[in-house]
């Protein structure tokens, strides 16, 4: 069934307005505790520092969920060990370069070229055997490129926030791949030994068993790095960071479960004009350390930038078949 043919079907009944609900709100809370990581830097704390406390203690909090979602007798097996612990590095890796790059360049032109991770996408499944692209993912493609031209101009990124943003498209991409072999791993292993997965609940264990190998890794860092003070202003945004970031991410596996990964994707990218949108209050408001206020010309051509960009993501993933 299509996304257009599912969105039917659902229309007036409450799974669809809670879904895009939940959907929002993984985007809002997503911009937010990009927000977050960008005025802990500001103020003097350690991006590093600030990866590493967060995740750990969402790896904790997620330990309880993946103790009740795991399968009973689920062997080890590579199928979904391996990419786990792609998926754990590459996401950490990741958020470690976006968090470098909101330490130099607001949240407002940060987020929106996140966005960006569907040219990857598409690089790399060019690559894969038997993953063609079609020209509607070209256009896609393409669109997001000249939304990215937008942003940049006049007062875009500067080179090194630039850098940074790209490759940290770039091993999202690789964990995205990741995640959807962990997902598919969990199903094949746990169907092989007599108890079987729904896709759903494969995939809210996939992101609880991600986030305890991340905050496995955090911790591991944490031991080795106990010689460095850490104050109440770490552990505060820390706290702040991983609430709001674990909020957008339950939010967002509701939203898939109620209408779909295809339409879930749509809606989380909206956090770009979000960021924007936010920015732009925060600027108004005075919050010059945090946002430059910006003419109104700029702040239009950003806004609209930032449409472009979640129209090519819906045309990337949608299938109008």
């Known amino acids: 069934m299509t ?11 409450p799974a669809l307005a809670l ?17 977050i990581s960008r005025h802990h830097g500001i103020g003097g704390g350690s991006s590093l520092r600030l990866l590493v406390l967060s995740h ?5 909090v997620c330990i309880p969920g993946a103790w009740l979602l795991w399968p009973v007798s689920l062997p080890p097996a ?38 960006l991770k569907i040219a990857m996408l598409a690089a790399i499944a060019s690559m894969l055997p038997g993953e063609p692209l079609d020209l509607r993912q070209w256009i896609a493609v393409a669109l997001s490129l000249v939304a990215a031209a937008m942003l940049q101009r006049g007062g875009g990124l500067p080179p090194a926030a630039l850098a940074l943003t790209l ?20 199903q094949q292993t746990a169907a092989a ?23 496995l890794l955090s911790a591991i860092v944490m031991l080795a ?24 991410m339950a939010a967002l596996y509701t939203c898939f479960g109620l209408v779909g990964a295809i339409f879930g994707n ?18 108004h408001r005075g919050w010059h350390d945090l946002e430059t206020r910006v003419d109104r010309q700029t702040l239009t051509r950003r806004a609209v930038a930032a449409v472009l960009m979640t129209a090519a993501i819906a045309l990337y993933v949608i299938d109008l078949a």
């Open 3 to 13: 996304l257009l043919a599912t969105t039917h079907a659902l229309l007036g009944g």
């Open 19 to 35: 879904g895009v609900a939940a959907g929002f709100t993984a985007a809002l809370a997503s911009a937010v505790s990009y927000f």
């Open 56 to 60: 750990a203690l969402m790896g904790a």
């Open 78 to 115: 590579s199928a979904w060990l391996v990419p786990m612990f792609g998926s754990a590095t590459s996401y950490l890796c990741g958020q470690s370069l976006v968090f470098a790059a909101l330490s130099r360049a607001e949240t407002s032109r940060v987020a929106p070229l996140l966005g």
């Open 167 to 186: 490759t940290a498209c770039v091993t999202f991409a690789v964990s995205d791949l990741f995640i959807v072999a962990l997902i598919d791993g969990l």
């Open 193 to 215: 030994a007599g108890n079987p997965l729904g896709r759903v609940r494969a995939g809210v264990l996939a992101m609880a068993v991600t986030y305890v190998v991340c905050g």
């Open 225 to 248: 790095s106990r010689g460095r003070p850490t104050g109440w202003h770490d552990w505060k945004f820390a706290i702040r960071y991983a609430a709001t970031w674990l909020v957008g």
């Open 266 to 283: 749509i809606l989380q990218s909206t956090r770009g004009m979000m960021a924007i949108a936010i920015g732009a209050a925060l600027a």
